[in-house]
């Protein structure tokens, strides 16, 4: 039985958009804001000696420092939803049963050089060097090169976020950024692709799931993805992209979604539900975890090679610079992990050439802060509220199955109008709608809506439910709604039909992997020949000790 782990990244916040101001008398914004970088999170001072399950009281109440008008600052409040807690080391919102840090106020933090120089202040240290937290100055070079070098170590502490790293990209530039070389960027990440009017702009709508493909979640892709549901602008299914973790995964249903013309990625081999694991791992494990999905992938589900070219981190844990190092190295177009908070305009994906366009979200995240060329295809964030004229302020979400206040059929529906709203009458970007695999198999009445919504938004004209790799394609050549009945990238498996390549796969039984060792036996469906182990981390093949890999 296939284990779904509960998703631990809820909501990644971003209280500026909705915080609540606090007046000074109650928070010293001198006391609270000295020295912290303007996207930490952290409580209301406590007393010293207070007992955790006294400090729950006000554990889903969390606060940030924000700009107030010249060099000042103010501290900003926000709460999180109902049920759910602040989690100060993680610095997300979490369902309240995961939180056992309420009695901590901030977040521990190793020593920080004096970097990046405040407006009033002056550096220390002669140019070109920076003043380490120990005090001694070291060339900016050596920041964040993977090895400590103040005597602190204070040089590898900055290293997660682009404003902090010395030695980041640059900020969009767009006299250097061309697109015959591959890159695409604007200053704020709304731009359209090659400048068009949004009226002649198509909606693009990206329908993902995350997690492991099975029998039972095959039957619902099937309900929203009917043979009969088709972008009336160019008369294609409406397609997806499936994200595919490894564990339970059955490899004829992910060569049948494939056939059917469905984007298959990958989503990892062991879909490991650790808080950090995704966050500290090197380039080479981060190829041992994604290259040996995708070569899991191609082999069992007989996907040839170069076809699959995205990729998407569990949790929602970016590796920062080491997991697009693996990326450029072992040939990943895409990923699409990062999130980013809710604006007037929509944020478009992005080639990383240059500074990625918003906020790294929570100090907690390793964000990419070097010249990558591979693409961002950024999860935007989610309006949850009833009416967004009227309804109170409400943090997002980044995954449909983080907006826990949706509870019925046609509060879902809504959102998912209001959502589609704001791409349409904005700057018409692509409008991710992310889900991990098991979300409707406890709602069946969403399901319904869902699809219906799906077959109804696809009939009416300017809306095109499409790949992530489409919608690449589509931002590399754009083209006008007029001229899109034939633009060939769209064509490709435009309207599959045929039969499964087959109707009886193998089930391969074998000894799970000690990831997975309470399961007594482990299936892996294909229809390709059964490997002689199940396959798992630098084994991908399943061939055991015969595996070159190992």
Same mark, same amino acid.
């Given at each position: 039985?296939?284990?779904?782990?509960?998703?631990?990244c809820?909501?990644?916040?971003?209280?500026?958009?909705?915080?609540?101001?606090v007046?000074?008398?109650?928070? /010293? %914004?001198?006391?609270?804001?000295? !020295?912290?970088? /303007?996207?930490?999170?952290?409580r209301?001072?406590?007393?010293t000696?207070?007992?955790?399950?006294?400090?729950?009281?006000?554990?889903?109440?969390?606060?940030?420092?924000?700009?107030?008008?010249?060099?000042?600052?103010l501290?900003?409040?926000?709460?999180?939803?109902?049920?759910?807690?602040?989690?100060?080391?993680?610095?997300?919102?979490?369902?309240?049963?995961?939180?056992s840090?309420?009695?901590?106020?901030?977040?521990?933090s190793?020593?920080?050089?004096?970097?990046?120089?405040?407006? $009033?202040?002056?550096?220390?240290?002669?140019?070109?060097?920076?003043? *380490?937290?120990?005090?001694?100055?070291?060339?900016?070079?050596?920041?964040?090169? !993977?090895a400590?070098?103040?005597?602190?170590?204070?040089?590898?502490?900055?290293?997660?976020?682009?404003?902090? /790293?010395?030695?980041?990209?640059?900020?969009?530039?767009?006299?250097? *950024?061309?697109?015959?070389?591959?890159?695409?960027?604007?200053?704020?990440?709304?731009?359209?692709?090659? /400048?068009?009017l949004p009226?002649?702009? #198509?909606?693009?709508?990206?329908?993902?799931f995350?997690?492991?493909?099975?029998?039972?979640?095959?039957?619902?892709?099937?309900?929203?993805?009917?043979?009969?549901t088709?972008?009336?602008?160019? $008369?294609?299914?409406?397609?997806g992209?499936?994200?595919?973790s490894?564990g339970?995964?059955?490899?004829?249903a992910?060569?049948?979604?494939?056939?059917?013309?469905?984007?298959?990625?990958?989503?990892?081999?062991?879909?490991n %539900?650790?808080?950090n694991?995704?966050?500290?791992?090197?380039?080479?494990?981060?190829?041992?975890?994604?290259?040996?999905?995708?070569l899991?992938?191609?082999?069992?589900?007989?996907i040839?090679?170069?076809?699959?070219?995205?990729?998407?981190?569990?949790?929602?844990?970016?590796?920062?610079?080491?997991?697009?190092?693996?990326?450029?190295?072992?040939?990943?177009?895409?990923?699409?992990?990062?999130?980013?908070?809710?604006?007037?305009?929509?944020?478009?994906?992005?080639?990383?050439?240059?500074?990625?366009?918003?906020?790294?979200?929570?100090?907690?995240?390793?964000?990419?802060?070097?010249?990558?060329?591979?693409?961002?295809? =950024?999860?935007?964030?989610?309006?949850?509220?009833?009416?967004?004229?009227?309804?109170?302020?409400?943090?997002?979400?980044?995954? =449909?199955?983080? *907006?826990?206040?949706?509870?019925?059929?046609?509060?879902?529906?809504?959102?998912?109008?209001?959502?589609?709203?704001?791409?349409?009458?904005?700057?018409?970007?692509p409008?991710?709608?992310?889900?991990?695999?098991p979300?409707?198999?406890?709602?069946?009445?969403?399901?319904?809506?869902?699809?219906?919504?799906?077959?109804? =938004?696809?009939?009416?004209?300017?809306?095109?439910?499409?790949?992530?790799?489409?919608?690449?394609?589509?931002?590399?050549? #754009?083209?006008?709604?007029?001229?899109?009945?034939?633009?060939?990238?769209?064509?490709?498996?435009?309207?599959?039909? !045929?039969?499964?390549? *087959?109707?009886?796969?193998?089930?391969?039984?074998?000894?799970p992997?000690?990831?997975?060792?309470?399961?007594?036996?482990?299936?892996?469906?294909?229809?390709?020949?059964c #490997?002689?182990?199940?396959?798992?981390?630098?084994?991908?093949? !399943?061939?055991?000790?015969?595996? %070159?890999?190992?």
């Open positions: 039985m296939q284990r779904v782990a509960l998703l631990s809820l909501l990644a916040l971003w209280a500026g958009a909705h915080g609540q101001r007046d000074i008398s109650e928070m /010293d %914004p001198d006391y609270y804001c000295k !020295g912290r970088s /303007d996207n930490e999170f952290f209301k001072e406590h007393a000696d207070i007992l955790e399950e006294e400090a729950r009281a006000a554990c889903n109440t969390y606060y940030r420092c924000v700009p107030g008008g010249g060099n000042l600052k501290v900003s409040k926000s709460q999180c939803g109902f049920g759910m807690f602040f989690d100060i080391e993680l610095q997300i919102c979490e369902v309240r049963s995961k939180v840090n309420c009695a901590r106020w901030q977040k521990y190793g020593p920080k050089p004096k970097w990046p120089i405040p407006n $009033d202040e002056v550096s220390n240290c002669p140019n070109d060097e920076i003043e *380490c937290g120990s005090g001694e100055c070291l060339n900016k070079r050596f920041f964040c090169d !993977g400590p070098d103040c005597s602190d170590g204070s040089d590898e502490n900055i290293c997660n976020d682009p404003e902090t /790293d010395p030695n980041a990209a640059p900020k969009c530039d767009q006299r250097t *950024c061309v697109w015959e070389q591959g890159c695409f960027c604007s200053v704020d990440g709304t731009r359209i692709p090659g /400048d068009l009226s002649q702009t #198509p909606q693009m709508i990206l329908v993902t995350s997690g492991a493909v099975n029998e039972e979640n095959f039957r619902i892709y099937e309900q929203i993805f009917k043979e009969t088709k972008n009336k602008g160019n $008369d294609c299914t409406a397609k992209t499936f994200f595919v490894h339970f995964t059955n490899y004829s992910v060569q049948e979604l494939h056939r059917r013309g469905h984007e298959i990625a990958v989503g990892s081999i062991t879909n %539900p650790g808080k694991y995704w966050s500290n791992l090197t380039a080479a494990e981060y190829e041992a975890e994604f290259d040996g999905a995708r899991i992938t191609e082999k069992f589900a007989n040839s090679q170069g076809e699959i070219l995205g990729m998407r981190v569990p949790q929602a844990r970016v590796g920062g610079n080491e997991q697009f190092t693996m990326m450029i190295d072992w040939g990943f177009l895409y990923d699409s992990s990062l999130a980013a908070p809710r604006g007037r305009l929509p944020l478009w994906p992005y080639t990383l050439q240059h500074r990625m366009p918003h906020k790294c979200l929570g100090t907690d995240q390793n964000c990419p802060t070097r010249n990558f060329t591979a693409w961002e295809m =950024v999860l935007n964030e989610l309006d949850r509220r009833d009416d967004p004229e009227f309804s109170e302020a409400l943090t997002g979400c980044h995954l =449909v199955d983080q *907006c826990a206040n949706i509870v019925d059929p046609k509060q879902f529906r809504n959102f998912l109008e209001i959502n589609l709203a704001h791409h349409y009458n904005t700057n018409r970007a409008l991710g709608l992310h889900f991990t695999a979300y409707f198999l406890t709602r069946k009445t969403f399901l319904r809506e869902f699809a219906s919504w799906v077959a109804d =938004v696809a009939s009416r004209g300017d809306f095109y439910f499409v790949t992530m790799l489409q919608a690449i394609s589509w931002m590399e050549a #754009p083209t006008e709604i007029a001229a899109l009945n034939n633009f060939p990238e769209w064509k490709n498996k435009c309207d599959p039909k !045929g039969l499964p390549y *087959c109707s009886l796969p193998n089930p391969c039984e074998s000894k992997p000690r990831e997975h060792a309470n399961e007594d036996r482990m299936f892996l469906y294909t229809c390709e020949d #490997p002689p182990s199940y396959p798992w981390l630098y084994d991908p093949l !399943g061939n055991g000790a015969l595996d %070159p890999f190992i």
